[in-house]
Nanobody, 116 residues
């Protein structure tokens, strides 16, 4: 079992910044992928950014150049630094963890609201 606890969401004005954190605990495998997804009202959940345990990253086109994903393997924690936030970034942000040949795990989500 893996537990994911997110923090760092909130309300921010357009152009502002937020940093999300997600701490994983439980049975953590050394090789794993972690990611941030988001879901806005009435829309499907979408990938925002992902990072492998080796540090390889992948971003949605809509956040490239504004968001940065990083991780601290010693702390089993993944971060999402969000800069130049836009109202369309408003969503519930979910942390994701998956190890090879294992089921994926999701956090409960943290609300990010960007006002115009």
């Amino acid at each position: 079992q893996v537990q994911l606890v997110e923090s760092g969401g909130g309300l921010v004005q357009a152009g502002g910044s937020l940093r999300l954190s997600c701490a994983a605990s439980g049975t953590i495998f050394r090789i794993n992928d972690m990611a941030w997804y988001r879901q806005a009202p009435g829309k499907q959940r979408e990938l925002v950014a992902a990072i492998t345990s080796g540090g390889r990253t992948n971003y949605a086109d809509s956040v490239k150049g504004r968001f940065t994903i990083s991780r601290d393997n010693a702390k089993n924690t993944v971060y999402l630094q969000m800069n130049s936030l836009k109202p369309e970034d408003t969503a519930v942000y979910y942390c994701y963890y998956k190890a090879p040949s294992r089921y994926p795990y999701w956090g409960e989500g943290t609300q990010v609201t960007v006002s115009s």
